[in-house]
Nanobody, 116 residues
Framework: QVRLVEFGGALVQPGDSLRLSCAAS????????LRWSRQAPGNQRELVAS????????HYVNFVKGRFTISRDNVKNMVFLQMNSLSSEDTAVYYC?????????WGQGTPVTVAS
């Protein structure tokens, strides 16, 4: 059974940094592309970043480029999202996800609130 468990979300102030983690199990982690997505209140879920199977290739959407860094640990089966220079626009529930064949799998999400 695929399981993705995100943690690390918190209430932070604008300009702060935060590191999200996601523990994965139940699928071939080392051969899977991993992604972080987010959903802000009233908005659709959107992709934030992705990372290749071996961690050498990463992709970021424009609004997080230069601020967020995705990484993974293929020994511990974990994926991370380092978020710097947070603003109120980054307030959302953050999800890690993986697509296996035609099926997307998601965790329960971890909430991030950026407010002064």
């Amino acid at each position: 059974q695929v399981r993705l468990v995100e943690f690390g979300g918190a209430l932070v102030q604008p300009g702060d940094s935060l590191r999200l983690s996601c523990a994965a199990s139940g699928f071939p982690f080392n051969t899977s592309v991993l992604r972080w997505s987010r959903q802000a209140p009233g908005n659709q879920r959107e992709l934030v970043a992705s990372i290749s199977e071996d961690g050498t290739l990463t992709h970021y959407v424009n609004f997080v480029k230069g601020r967020f860094t995705i990484s993974r640990d293929n020994v511990k089966n974990m994926v991370f999202l380092q978020m710097n220079s947070l603003s109120s626009e980054d307030t959302a529930v953050y999800y890690c996800n993986v697509r296996l064949g035609a099926t997307g799998h998601w965790g329960q999400g971890t909430p991030v609130t950026v407010a002064s």
